[in-house]
């Protein structure tokens, strides 16, 4: 697919079809995420992939307070930045050394910057899932962040920043709610050239 047309068709799929996504064709997805830019090659990137139909209801009772919906998807994917492999890097010679001055959280201009690259990481995921035929949405975890993190075994001080959907495309999903009801912006209102 051309990146004009697979940028054009990016969107957040809601309602996915139960057919399980090939293993091969979900690591390909994943794969994508190693190639997404990391601030000093840190690349202190993990994902947690839920794909156990049991784990899944558990989820969607934690972080979501509902049962799992009928046309949820098969594949969640939460991605965990861990700013203790940036802070490492950028204590190593070649990034200023111990004393440097981004060998401590506040040295950083944005003090999250691994969410950056995260965020990065999620939208090469989701670009991949639509080269791929894979419906995909990124959404947030509004309750239940705590016991995510502690039952799935994540180190403490990490966060969980939100979560991936992964899973064909439903028969009769549309686009709806504020996709439609508003129109994107136009460029020369998001652009200022030179300064604001």
Do not use: N
């Not at 047309?5 to 139960?18: G, I, K, P, T, Y």
């Not at 200023?96 to 969410?115: I, M």
């Amino acid at each position: 697919m051309e990146f004009a047309d697979l940028v054009r068709r990016r969107r957040m799929v809601h309602h996915f079809a139960s057919r399980p996504v090939p293993q091969e064709v979900l690591d390909t997805i994943l794969e994508s995420a190693r190639h997404a830019p990391s601030a000093g090659f840190s690349q202190g990137l993990a994902l947690i992939v839920l794909d156990d139909r049991e784990q899944l209801a558990w989820f969607w009772r934690a972080t979501q307070q509902t049962e799992r919906p009928q046309d949820a998807p098969p594949v969640v994917v939460l991605p965990v930045p861990d700013k203790r492999v940036y802070l490492e890097r950028y204590q190593r010679p070649d990034k200023g050394g111990p004393q440097g001055p981004r060998a401590t959280e506040s040295g950083w201009p944005t003090p999250y910057f691994w969410d950056v690259d995260a965020a990065m990481a999620c939208m090469l995921i989701l670009l991949k899932a639509v080269d791929l035929g894979i419906g995909a949405w990124f959404f947030g975890i509004p309750y239940g962040h705590d016991e995510l993190v502690q039952t799935l075994g994540v180190p403490e001080g990490l966060r969980v920043i939100g979560a991936i959907g992964l899973g064909y495309q439903a028969d009769g999903d549309r686009m709806e709610g504020s996709s439609v009801t508003i129109p994107r912006r136009e460029l020369s209102g998001m652009v200022h050239r030179g300064g604001w």
